[in-house]
């Protein structure tokens, strides 16, 4: 349970930082309320539930060298398909070497590719974090050697078979700011 919350966590930490503005890069994470709202909560998280677990942990050892989107709003996918997906394989598999994490990298590309607005023929639109999860969960996605990182990637059927062996079981909103008004209508 603490390993699921943790991951959690840094999925959500991974896709929610603040971007900095830069005015060639894309738009990045597109959240949509009415999909975060229709995701399941596995568990209701409080103050008690992080008692007994460890004042701080890290998965650096799993991860793969930081990779470059580019100039593409990818980020979602870059989180999800190279990072945490790839994180994921690592502890699994017990891979601790970099070098050897770095052969099995996940694809982003074929990850945004499925995600993205169909009007998207640049790589600039962005993509939802909760679609991101969802197909990581149901479709998976292949190594990056595979479908090499690009915009407006082709893949083949053996692309999509490979990224059936490497699904994901589970992911979990674990907290969401409510916005409610500090003065309600009268």
Do not use: W
Request: hydrophobic share 40%.
């Amino acid at each position: 349970m603490k390993k699921l919350i943790l991951l959690g966590l840094l999925a959500l930490a991974g896709i929610s930082l603040p971007l900095q503005a830069q005015d060639r890069r894309g738009m990045g994470a597109n959240f949509d309320m009415a999909t975060i709202a229709k995701t399941p909560r596995k568990v209701q998280l409080s103050f008690q539930s992080f008692r007994g677990m460890p004042e701080q942990a890290s998965l650096e050892q799993y991860c793969p060298t930081p990779g470059d989107q580019g100039d593409h709003g990818t980020c979602v996918a870059f989180a999800n398909g190279y990072g945490i997906a790839t994180l994921l394989y690592a502890k699994m598999h017990e891979i601790t070497d970099q070098s050897i994490i770095d052969k099995y990298v996940f694809s982003p590309s074929y990850l945004y590719e499925i995600i993205k607005d169909s009007t998207d023929y640049n790589c600039q639109l962005g993509s939802d974090p909760i679609m991101a999860m969802v197909t990581l969960i149901n479709m998976g996605t292949p190594f990056i050697r595979t479908v090499p990182y690009n915009c407006e990637v082709n893949f083949s059927t053996d692309a999509v078979a490979e990224a059936l062996k490497y699904t994901i079981k589970d992911a979990s909103v674990l907290l969401l700011r409510v916005n409610t008004p500090k003065h309600p209508a009268k």
